[in-house]
């Protein structure tokens, strides 16, 4: 049996990818339980923060997804660490602070558009973390988008944000609202008051990831952002 710290649920189309910590040979390591014909869960019922017990079976993933492992039975949760452990315990897993040490190889700018992607077989793994210097979040056809600067100075620009309590977020705030000005109040919202309340929380992190190659090309993504957000935000909307 192995033991996961669930760290990652983040929503891509109608399915969920999972990310959790696995301590191997000493070291802290990212781990994304995969079943055998699918790379994605349709229903994921756990938490950030939620430990459990799997079977995962090596695998030998394309680049830049080696921490790919199939899962081979269900999960049981066996408890839950509070959200400042959990962000501790991903400090001292994959992290960076520069633009090339993130997946260990060049990120380009999206001539064509937003974003940025890596070319596939180039990075050296999917997922890391890395503290900011500054971020800001903003609405772009309903959904969320971040642009940040690490601590390198480096600006990483119109990135998508998968989180999944981060998504909800939104559709939650979206759908309570009342009146045509609910994209504003909310556009509003994430560029004040959120903006104190993710700078200034101590165990403020974020988790950026590649996706699987897209027309042969890997894109950064905003997997994950803590601290998560709160139900009683939705009611300062």
């Known amino acids: 049996m192995n033991k996961l710290l669930i760290t990652e649920i983040t929503r891509m189309g109608p399915a969920f990818c999972v990310i959790g910590l696995h301590r191997e040979n000493g070291k802290i390591r990212s781990v994304r339980p995969v079943t055998s014909t699918a790379n994605s869960w349709l229903h994921f019922p756990y ?18 997804h080696i ?9 049981q949760k066996e408890s839950a660490v509070p959200e400042p452990e959990v962000v501790a315990f991903l400090r001292k897993a994959e992290i960076a602070g520069s633009l090339p040490d993130l997946f260990g190889c060049a990120l380009h700018e999206n001539r064509n558009g937003t974003g940025l992607h890596a070319t596939p077989l180039e990075p050296m793994r999917s997922i ?7 971020l800001r979040l903003e609405l772009c056809a309903n959904e969320l988008r971040a642009t940040l600067v690490l601590s390198s100075g480096e600006v990483l620009r119109d990135l998508p944000v998968v989180d999944r309590d981060w998504r909800d977020f939104i559709d939650s705030a979206l759908a309570e609202g009342k009146g045509a000005n609910r994209v504003g109040r909310l556009q509003r919202f994430l560029n004040s008051q959120f903006h104190y309340k993710i700078l200034s929380c101590p165990h403020h992190f974020i988790r950026l990831g590649l996706t699987r190659p897209y027309h042969d090309l890997c894109w ?5 952002l803590f601290p998560l957000p ?3 935000w939705l009611e300062e909307l």
Do not use: Y
Request: with cysteine; proline share 5%.
């Open 47 to 64: 938490h950030r923060g939620d430990v459990v017990q799997c079977e995962l079976a090596p695998f030998c993933g394309a680049k830049p």
């Open 128 to 134: 890391c973390g890395t503290e900011t210097k500054n």
């Open 67 to 75: 921490e790919d492992r199939v899962s081979t039975r269900g999960f």
């Open 220 to 224: 950064l993504m905003l997997d994950t």
């Open 230 to 232: 709160k139900q009683e």
